[in-house]
């Protein structure tokens, strides 16, 4: 198995301020480093698939590495922004810093500063740094539309059944449940699931034989176990 450390980032120029900014999405999990906030996790943090970034990057981790990675990002949640720092357990530090140390820990290497606002750009189209362009998604094991193919964080509450208004959450649930199953949903007599961002009585038939098969409740609710378990269909 695999996962996804994605990063996003824009230029000082791009958000007309100061610095600019980078984050990044580890296994569907948001971290960031945010000027008086400090170091953020899950839906308080934005990731790299926020509307903010400019441009994105990712590289493909084994088990093991995605772990050291959250297990160093995780220690550090809470710590306060530190201009020009790289954070730990006992100090805080910036963005930079922040996703540096993250990829830092992947690699197995000590924590230290791989780049800077300035410099970001240029060091992620490096080959040493190791990341490919755009947001990934490892490889489908069916024709997976665009929006299903970046991971992508939990969105902090369930999805459940609401026919009132579209949303791309639901649309990229509908997605990856399409992948998981070729196309071919046997709670809908053998067909594809529209990827509408609705998510009415087909989206619950989908989602309940989805959790029956990954050994879930089949409530029809698209919880935080449930959405784990989509965030391994590539």
């Known amino acids: 198995?695999?996962?996804?450390?994605?990063?996003?980032?824009?230029?000082?120029?791009e958000l007309d301020h100061?610095?600019?900014h980078i984050?990044?999405?580890?296994?569907?999990?948001?971290?960031?480093?945010?000027?008086?906030?400090?170091?953020?996790?899950?839906?308080?943090?934005?990731?790299?698939?926020?509307?903010l970034f400019r441009h994105t990057f990712h590289l493909v981790l084994s088990d093991a590495a995605a772990a050291e990675a959250k297990r160093y990002a995780d220690a550090c949640v809470g710590q306060r922004y530190v201009l020009g720092g790289v954070p730990s357990r006992n100090r805080g530090g910036d963005c930079s810093g922040y996703v540096s140390g993250i990829i830092c820990a992947a690699r197995g290497k000590p924590i230290k500063r791989l780049f800077s606002t300035a410099t970001w750009l240029r060091r992620f189209d490096d080959g040493d740094i190791g990341f490919r362009k755009g947001l990934g998604g490892g490889v489908a094991?069916?024709?997976?539309?665009a929006i299903g193919r970046p991971d992508r964080p939990f969105p902090g509450r369930d999805l459940v059944k609401d026919e009132?208004?579209?949303?791309?959450?639901?649309?990229?649930v509908q997605a990856r449940l399409n992948c998981a199953v070729r196309n071919k949903h046997p709670e809908l007599g053998g067909r594809r699931l529209d990827e509408d961002g609705l998510f009415g009585n087909d989206t619950l038939k989908a989602v309940k034989g989805f959790q029956r098969r990954h050994s879930l409740d089949d409530d029809g609710r698209v919880g935080r176990l449930t959405w784990r378990k989509l965030l391994a269909v590539h």
């Open 18 to 20: 100061r610095f600019g």
């Open 1 to 13: 198995m695999t996962k996804l450390l994605q990063v996003g980032m824009s230029t000082a120029d």
């Open 164 to 172: 009132s208004r579209r949303s791309d959450n639901v649309r990229w």
């Open 141 to 145: 094991v069916a024709p997976i539309s």
């Open 23 to 51: 984050a990044c999405t580890l296994g569907g999990v948001n971290y960031e480093s945010r000027g008086g906030k400090g170091c953020l996790r899950g839906s308080a943090a934005r990731g790299a698939t926020h509307r």
